[in-house]
């Protein structure tokens, strides 16, 4: 899988473009509008849609 054009912070859902990709996975990640670091803590466009029945 590419790296996505942005991931999805799960904890105030802004999108972020902050983020490093590798082997199909974010290795690092930081939410620019809460400060968010946790890697757990963020999904992919898609996978948001998901969770949020979209």
């Keep these: 899988m590419a790296a996505p054009e942005y991931l999805v912070c799960i904890n105030c859902e ?20 809460c400060g968010n670091e946790d890697i757990e803590e963020f999904l992919t466009p898609e996978d948001f849609d998901t969770l949020i029945g979209s």
């Design 14 to 33: 802004s999108p972020c473009y902050v983020f490093e990709w590798k082997d199909d996975a974010p290795t690092e990640v930081l939410c620019e509008v």
